[in-house]
């Protein structure tokens, strides 16, 4: 429960600081939302093969993902 709460908070400094998230759903998408100011990237793509090497470009960069199982537990709340 304490890591959730972490993430929680962690999500909700990023979204005070830059409100835009970025809706990725394909390579370009990717490349766009990096160079952005942007500080989120909600993953809509990717295989159980491709999805750590665009977790890696995400973070590479220093913004968060937000994966559609936090999503969703936020939305539900």
């Known amino acids: 429960m304490k890591l959730y709460r972490k993430v929680k908070k962690e ?6 600081e ?3 998230i970025a809706a990725v759903k394909d ?6 939302s990096l160079s952005a100011e942007c500080r989120l ?19 590479s960069k220093g913004k968060l993902l937000l994966p ?3 999503w969703l537990k936020l939305c539900l709340e």
């Open 41 to 59: 990237i909600f993953i809509l793509y990717g295989t159980v093969c491709s999805i750590s090497t665009i977790v890696e470009k995400i973070k």
């Open 27 to 32: 390579e370009a998408g990717l490349a766009e």
């Open 11 to 16: 999500l909700s400094e990023a979204i005070v």
């Open 18 to 20: 830059s409100p835009i």
């Open 68 to 70: 559609v199982r936090i």
